[in-house]
Structure formats: structure tokens, C-alpha cells
């Protein structure tokens, strides 16, 4: 499961992918993300993407951070088994006294993959299940995390690699 800069209006050039936690629930309301993997596409920033599945949702000094900018830079986590997936939930990195950094997540875009090969910047996605976008979901106003709920997933294919 992948948040990446979506590949329209960013803020300013500066769009990093920073974010606090990812939770993932399958259907019997479990946060199967803590028992996943996350990472980002590089690192900077003092950022860390195993903060996005520690099960703490608030700390402004435990996040993610991209070390590039733009459309193609990502955070994503890996579960460790086959889930149906109900729910997403993503927390944004919330600096209180520096609310202008969520500008740069105002346009996201959410992708459900079946599997991924490769790690990092050399992840390679494949089997696109579900995607949607957060516009102007989150911003120096707007520091709440947001939910998704997720449709039953349909469709074929191959069985997916479930080692991170
Ligand atoms: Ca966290």
C-alpha cells in the first residue's frame, strides 16, 4: 500500500512525502500494519518509515521523510500476509508549531498493490487494486488523519510475495 505525490498542483516544489503512521485493517478490525513493513522511496530529513506502523499516531518527532521531492517520491508498507484490506487510515506528520509542512500533502494519491519486488527507491509495484486520491485532505488547516474504506477487491491475479 503506497502514498505517493499525486502528479498534479504540489505546493511549492518542495513536496516530500512525510507522514506519522499508516494503519491498515482487514475485516475483523485488526491494524494488520504493525505487523508489516514500511519504507520510503529514499530518506532525509531525519525521517524513519518505521515510525509509520510503531502504533503512534501523534509524535511529531517519530515520521517518515522522502529525501526527494515530487511526483515520484512515495512512503509504503508492506503486509506480511494476504488481507483483506476494510480500511486506511493515514496520519499526516503534525508539527504543531510548523503547520505549514502539511501543504506540501495536499495532493496525494493512495494505490493498493497486489505485491512488490525490490525495496526503496527500487520497488517495483505491480497489480493495482484500489487507488484514491487525498486533495486537499490534508493542509495547514486540515491536520486530522484521514480514513478510507476500502471495497472488496476483485479481480486476478498472481499470488503476491509476502516477504517485505
Ligand atoms: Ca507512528
Redesign the pocket.
Known amino acids: 500500500m503506497k502514498v505517493k505525490h499525486n502528479n498534479g498542483f504540489s505546493w511549492d516544489g518542495s513536496s516530500f512525502v512525510h507522514l506519522?503512521?499508516i494503519e491498515i485493517y482487514d475485516t475483523n478490525g485488526q491494524n494488520v500494519a504493525l505487523d508489516g513493513s514500511c519504507f520510503s522511496k529514499d530518506i532525509g530529513w531525519d525521517g524513519d518509515p518505521n515510525?509509520?506502523?510503531?502504533?503512534?499516531?501523534s509524535?511529531p518527532d517519530?515520521f517518515s521523510h522522502t529525501s526527494d521531492t515530487g511526483p515520484d517520491v512515495y512512503d509504503y508498507c508492506v503486509l506480511s500476509d494476504i488481507t483483506d484490506i476494510e480500511r486506511i487510515k493515514i496520519?499526516p506528520w503534525v508539527v504543531p508549531e510548523s503547520l505549514w509542512l502539511l501543504d506540501r500533502l495536499i495532493n496525494l494519491t493512495v494505490e493498493v498493490f497486489a505485491d512488490v519486488s525490490g525495496q526503496g527507491e527500487d520497488a517495483i509495484f505491480t497489480g493495482l487494486l484500489y487507488t484514491y486520491d487525498l486533495i486537499n485532505v490534508f493542509n495547514s488547516q486540515s491536520a486530522d488523519p484521514h480514513e478510507e474504506l476500502v471495497p472488496p477487491l476483485q479481480g486476478i491475479f498472481d499470488c503476491p510475495n509476502t516477504t517485505p
Not at 51 to 57: A, E, P, R, T
Open positions: 506519522n503512521e515510525c509509520l506502523n510503531d502504533g503512534v499516531v509524535s517519530c496520519y
